[in-house]
């Protein structure tokens, strides 16, 4: 099984500052990893997908990188209805798995 | 567009069986699509379940597989999720899911419905 682990655990910041989330990987997944945006009480929101690709509708502050075993969202200048929680996902051999989560919170 | 809808029982008593349908709206289960089921124990992450294929290929979360089964209805448009043996370890919001075109991130979420495992 492929492991995801994501880091920080959390992060602190200001409306207005950039965000850089990292996501790595136990072994290459080669570009396919997603990540998602959640807030309390709601499901899941798809921002980016294949690594680099903004999901319909996801606002150009979002950015994906990386390849193989290390990932990076990087949220350029936060918004204050950015703050939540954000989760990485891999698919390999027939099988998905999600990192442990990064909160995005206010400074 | 489309839209998933969760449905089933809110209650589950411990070692039966947790039964939950996705009824998928604005488009067909037929489609070129993977659908899946996603779980989220309360404050805690999300674990993937397991997906189906509208010809009824599947395939499972190997630490789930032998407890879930998951089935096709395509003339009702919907697909439907069997947890067997429940703990209260099965206490989670339960969601639907698509697989998007590319194959590798689920791109519509349906609204989640929590299920609880309780006698």
């Known amino acids: 099984e492929i492991v995801l682990t994501q880091s920080p655990a959390t992060l602190s910041l200001s409306p207005g500052e950039r965000a850089t989330l990292s996501c790595r990987a136990s072994?290459?997944?080669?570009?396919?990893l997603a990540w998602y945006q959640q807030k309390p009480g709601q499901a899941p929101r798809l921002l980016i997908y294949?690594?680099?690709n903004r999901a319909t509708g996801i606002p150009a502050r979002f950015s994906g990188s990386g390849s193989g075993t290390d990932f990076t969202l990087t949220i350029s200048s936060l918004e204050p209805e950015d703050f939540a929680v954000y989760y990485c996902?891999?698919?390999?051999?027939?099988?998905?798995?999600f990192g442990q989560g990064t909160k995005l919170e206010i400074k | 567009q489309v839209q998933l809808q969760e449905s089933g029982p809110g209650l589950v008593k411990p070692s039966g069986t947790l039964s939950l349908t996705c009824a998928v709206s604005?488009?067909?289960?037929?489609?070129?699509?993977?659908w899946s089921w996603v779980r989220q124990p309360p404050g805690k992450g999300l674990e993937w379940i397991g997906e189906?294929?509208?010809?009824?290929?599947?395939n499972y979360n190997p630490s789930l597989k032998s407890r879930v089964t998951i089935s096709v209805d395509k003339s009702k448009n919907q697909f439907s999720l069997k947890l067997s043996s429940v703990t209260a370890a099965d206490t989670a919001v339960y969601y639907c899911?698509?697989?998007?075109?590319?194959?590798?991130?689920?791109?519509?979420w349906g609204q989640g419905t929590m299920v609880t495992v309780s006698s």
């Open positions: 996902q891999q698919r390999s051999n027939w099988r998905y798995t």
């Open positions: 604005g488009g067909s289960i037929s489609s070129s699509n993977w």
């Open positions: 899911a698509r697989v998007g075109a590319e194959g590798n991130a689920f791109d519509i």
């Open positions: 189906i294929y509208h010809s009824g290929s599947t």
């Open positions: 072994q290459s997944v080669s570009s396919y």
């Open positions: 294949d690594a680099s």
